[in-house]
Protein backbone atom coordinates (compact mmCIF):
# COMPACT_ATOMS: atom_id res chain seq x y z
CA UNK A 1 0.00 0.00 0.00
CA UNK A 2 1.11 3.56 -0.86
CA UNK A 3 1.98 5.31 1.62
CA UNK A 4 0.57 9.59 0.91
CA UNK A 5 2.17 12.84 2.53
CA UNK A 6 0.73 15.96 2.82
CA UNK A 7 3.21 18.47 2.80
CA UNK A 8 2.36 22.47 4.09
CA UNK A 9 4.60 25.17 4.27
CA UNK A 10 5.15 25.76 8.01
CA UNK A 11 5.69 29.20 8.71
CA UNK A 12 6.57 32.62 6.39
CA UNK A 13 4.59 34.35 3.95
CA UNK A 14 3.90 30.71 2.25
CA UNK A 15 2.51 29.82 5.82
CA UNK A 16 -0.35 26.99 5.16
CA UNK A 17 0.06 26.37 1.71
CA UNK A 18 -0.28 22.58 0.73
CA UNK A 19 3.10 21.26 -1.56
CA UNK A 20 2.60 18.89 -4.45
CA UNK A 21 3.76 15.55 -3.56
CA UNK A 22 5.25 12.62 -6.37
CA UNK A 23 3.10 9.45 -6.10
CA UNK A 24 5.24 6.19 -5.54
CA UNK A 25 8.67 5.74 -3.65
CA UNK A 26 10.78 7.34 -5.30
CA UNK A 27 11.33 10.27 -3.20
CA UNK A 28 10.87 10.41 0.91
CA UNK A 29 9.53 14.00 1.64
CA UNK A 30 10.83 15.24 5.15
CA UNK A 31 7.78 15.23 7.27
CA UNK A 32 6.94 18.83 9.12
CA UNK A 33 8.17 17.48 12.38
CA UNK A 34 11.67 17.20 11.26
CA UNK A 35 11.27 20.07 8.71
CA UNK A 36 10.07 22.07 11.68
CA UNK A 37 12.53 21.25 14.23
CA UNK A 38 15.58 21.56 11.28
CA UNK A 39 14.01 25.28 10.33
CA UNK A 40 14.10 26.00 14.59
CA UNK A 41 17.76 25.05 14.61
CA UNK A 42 18.47 27.30 11.85
CA UNK A 43 16.04 29.97 12.20
CA UNK A 44 18.60 33.34 12.46
CA UNK A 45 20.49 32.09 9.56
CA UNK A 46 17.32 32.14 6.92
CA UNK A 47 16.46 35.63 6.22
CA UNK A 48 18.60 36.91 3.64
CA UNK A 49 20.60 33.59 3.01
CA UNK A 50 21.07 31.74 -0.62
CA UNK A 51 19.56 28.85 -0.93
CA UNK A 52 20.94 25.73 -2.86
CA UNK A 53 18.77 22.63 -2.13
CA UNK A 54 20.12 19.63 -3.94
CA UNK A 55 18.56 16.03 -4.40
CA UNK A 56 15.12 18.94 -4.13
CA UNK A 57 12.52 16.22 -4.17
CA UNK A 58 9.41 18.19 -4.03
CA UNK A 59 11.46 21.14 -3.12
CA UNK A 60 9.82 21.52 0.74
CA UNK A 61 13.61 22.37 2.43
CA UNK A 62 14.01 25.32 -0.35
CA UNK A 63 10.53 26.16 -0.64
CA UNK A 64 10.35 26.54 3.62
CA UNK A 65 13.11 28.73 3.38
CA UNK A 66 11.96 31.22 0.77
CA UNK A 67 8.69 31.48 2.98
CA UNK A 68 10.76 32.20 6.05
CA UNK A 69 12.58 35.21 4.29
CA UNK A 70 15.73 33.48 2.23
CA UNK A 71 16.71 35.78 -0.38
CA UNK A 72 16.90 32.76 -3.35
CA UNK A 73 17.13 29.52 -4.12
CA UNK A 74 18.42 27.47 -6.33
CA UNK A 75 16.86 23.53 -6.69
CA UNK A 76 18.77 20.84 -8.04
CA UNK A 77 17.06 17.13 -8.88
CA UNK A 78 17.86 15.02 -11.77
CA UNK A 79 13.88 13.62 -12.14
CA UNK A 80 12.36 16.18 -14.94
CA UNK A 81 9.15 14.78 -12.81
CA UNK A 82 10.64 16.16 -10.12
CA UNK A 83 11.70 19.47 -11.38
CA UNK A 84 8.18 19.67 -12.66
CA UNK A 85 6.72 19.46 -8.92
CA UNK A 86 9.33 21.71 -7.82
CA UNK A 87 8.01 24.55 -10.29
CA UNK A 88 4.37 23.77 -9.72
CA UNK A 89 4.88 23.90 -5.99
CA UNK A 90 6.76 27.41 -6.38
CA UNK A 91 3.59 28.93 -8.38
CA UNK A 92 1.36 27.96 -5.93
CA UNK A 93 3.29 29.64 -3.14
CA UNK A 94 4.71 32.44 -5.35
CA UNK A 95 7.58 32.29 -4.51
CA UNK A 96 9.03 31.23 -7.97
CA UNK A 97 10.54 35.03 -9.02
CA UNK A 98 13.43 33.87 -6.08
CA UNK A 99 13.34 30.55 -7.22
CA UNK A 100 15.71 28.35 -10.01
CA UNK A 101 15.04 25.08 -10.62
CA UNK A 102 17.59 22.82 -12.83
CA UNK A 103 16.73 19.45 -14.03
CA UNK A 104 20.41 17.43 -14.09
CA UNK A 105 23.18 15.21 -12.35
CA UNK A 106 24.35 16.73 -9.09
CA UNK A 107 27.79 16.77 -9.69
CA UNK A 108 27.64 17.81 -13.18
CA UNK A 109 25.63 20.51 -11.75
CA UNK A 110 27.17 21.64 -8.85
CA UNK A 111 30.62 22.14 -10.83
CA UNK A 112 28.39 25.04 -13.67
CA UNK A 113 27.59 26.57 -10.51
CA UNK A 114 31.30 26.76 -9.61
CA UNK A 115 32.16 28.14 -12.84
CA UNK A 116 29.64 30.84 -12.59
CA UNK A 117 31.22 31.68 -9.02
CA UNK A 118 28.36 31.19 -7.47
CA UNK A 119 28.23 30.49 -3.47
CA UNK A 120 25.48 29.48 -0.91
CA UNK A 121 25.20 30.93 2.46
CA UNK A 122 22.86 27.41 3.21
CA UNK A 123 23.13 23.85 1.51
CA UNK A 124 20.04 21.30 1.87
CA UNK A 125 21.18 17.86 0.51
CA UNK A 126 18.64 15.19 0.83
CA UNK A 127 20.10 12.11 -1.45
CA UNK A 128 19.08 8.57 -1.97
CA UNK A 129 19.38 6.44 1.33
CA UNK A 130 21.96 3.73 1.80
CA UNK A 131 24.02 4.88 -1.72
CA UNK A 132 26.93 7.05 0.15
CA UNK A 133 25.78 10.16 -1.27
CA UNK A 134 26.21 12.38 1.15
CA UNK A 135 30.19 12.35 1.65
CA UNK A 136 30.33 12.30 -2.02
CA UNK A 137 28.29 14.86 -1.99
CA UNK A 138 29.98 17.06 0.15
CA UNK A 139 33.22 16.22 -1.27
CA UNK A 140 32.03 17.58 -4.35
CA UNK A 141 30.42 20.86 -2.87
CA UNK A 142 33.91 21.52 -1.15
CA UNK A 143 35.65 20.48 -4.06
CA UNK A 144 33.49 23.46 -6.22
CA UNK A 145 33.93 25.92 -3.47
CA UNK A 146 30.07 26.39 -3.46
CA UNK A 147 29.28 27.45 0.13
CA UNK A 148 30.49 30.97 1.98
CA UNK A 149 33.34 30.27 4.66
CA UNK A 150 30.73 30.51 7.46
CA UNK A 151 27.80 28.29 5.58
CA UNK A 152 25.93 25.39 6.49
CA UNK A 153 24.99 22.39 4.82
CA UNK A 154 22.03 19.93 6.19
CA UNK A 155 22.53 16.54 5.31
CA UNK A 156 19.45 14.33 6.04
CA UNK A 157 20.32 10.21 5.67
CA UNK A 158 19.14 7.11 7.22
CA UNK A 159 20.11 6.04 10.60
CA UNK A 160 22.12 3.08 8.64
CA UNK A 161 23.97 5.39 6.47
CA UNK A 162 27.65 5.71 7.40
CA UNK A 163 28.69 9.71 6.88
CA UNK A 164 32.21 11.05 7.55
CA UNK A 165 32.67 13.47 10.39
CA UNK A 166 34.98 15.95 8.59
CA UNK A 167 34.92 16.35 4.63
CA UNK A 168 37.97 18.62 3.78
CA UNK A 169 37.14 21.95 5.41
CA UNK A 170 33.89 20.69 6.62
CA UNK A 171 32.87 18.69 9.95
CA UNK A 172 30.02 17.97 11.38
CA UNK A 173 28.82 19.68 14.42
CA UNK A 174 25.71 18.33 15.60
CA UNK A 175 23.14 15.87 14.61
CA UNK A 176 19.53 15.11 15.33
CA UNK A 177 18.00 11.84 15.00
CA UNK A 178 14.11 11.31 14.37
CA UNK A 179 13.12 7.54 14.26
CA UNK A 180 14.82 6.31 10.95
CA UNK A 181 16.07 9.48 9.61
CA UNK A 182 19.03 11.42 11.06
CA UNK A 183 19.82 15.53 9.88
CA UNK A 184 23.83 16.07 10.08
CA UNK A 185 24.69 19.58 10.45
CA UNK A 186 27.96 20.53 8.94
CA UNK A 187 29.84 23.76 8.55
CA UNK A 188 33.92 24.96 7.97
CA UNK A 189 35.84 24.48 10.65
CA UNK A 190 37.16 27.21 12.36
CA UNK A 191 40.48 28.12 10.98
Known amino acids: MEEFV ?21 TRPTSDKVKGSV ?31 ADSAVFV ?8 TIRENLAH ?18 NKISKN ?9 DPPYGKGLVGETLKSIVENDIIVPEGIIVAEHDVAD ?3 EEVGSLKRYRWQKYGDTVISFYRSNPV
Open 117 to 125: NKKFDIIFL
Open 77 to 84: DKSSECSL
Open 162 to 164: MVP
Open 6 to 26: ILRVIAGTAKGHKLKTIKGLT
Open 93 to 110: TKLESKATVIAGDVFVIL
Open 39 to 69: FNILAVLIPEAKVLDIYAGTGSLGIEALSRG
